[in-house]
C-alpha cells in the first residue's frame, strides 16, 4: 500500500548512524546483534526486525540498590537487528557521542546508552553544603552513544570560551562534562529572581573544558537526591 502523500514528511529517515533523532520528541536506534542497548523501561514506542528485552538484567540489579529515582527496574536491556524507537512522554531527545569522554546525568534524564559503556551512580561531592541535599547523578564514560531527555528544547552551554564561568540553577541541570570544575553559590540578593523556592538562591558555577546541558524547566521533582 502506497503512503498517502500527506504523511510522507513523517516517513523514518535512512539510517545515518547507531543513534539520531527522528523530530524533536524521538531517537532512533540502529540495532545490531553483538551492540546491546539500555533503555528506559516502557520508553520503546516501535521498532522493525527482530529486537528483544530483558527487565532488570543482572548490571542493572547490581546498581539497583544505588538508584535513587524510586524505580526498582530504572533500566531494561535492549538487543537483536533492527531500528528501535525510543520516547520519554513527548520529552524533547538529545543524542550524543561520546569519544572517550565522561558525562554526569540527572538519572531521570537518561532515556539509553549504548551497554558497553561504563556505568554507575555516583555522588557529586562538594554542593551538599551549598543545596543541603545531597546530589547524586549518573556517570557515563567512554565512547559510545547516549541519549537524552529534556523539559522542552534544551539549550548545550559550551564552558571553554572564555574564562568567566557559568551559572546554572540546579533544578535545571540536565546533564555535563564530567572533567568540568564546580562549586557552589548562594545568592541573597537573587533569591526572589531565581529557583522556585522562597530562601535564597543557589546556583552551580562551572568552568573548564566541557559543556552543560540546560533544559528550560526548573521542576525540582524529579532531581535524584537524598536529604545529606
Known sequence: MNQPAALAGFAPAPVAARMHNHGAHMVKVAMQSGHDLFARPGSMVAYEGFVQYEANPPAVRQMASQWL?????PLMLCRGDGLLYLADYGAD???L???EESLSVNGTNLLAFDAHLQWGVERVKGLAKFAGQGLFNVGVRGTGWVALTSRGAPVVVDCGRGEDETYVDPDALVAWSS???MKGKRSMKASALIGRGSGEAYQIAFSGQGF???QPNEDSTDRIR???
Open 212 to 214: 552543560v546541558v540546560v
Open 97 to 99: 557521542n561520546l569519544n
Open 93 to 95: 531527545v538529545v543524542c
Open 69 to 73: 529515582t524510586g524505580e526498582q527496574n
Open 226 to 228: 537524598v536529604r545529606g
Open 179 to 181: 572533567g568540568l570544575k
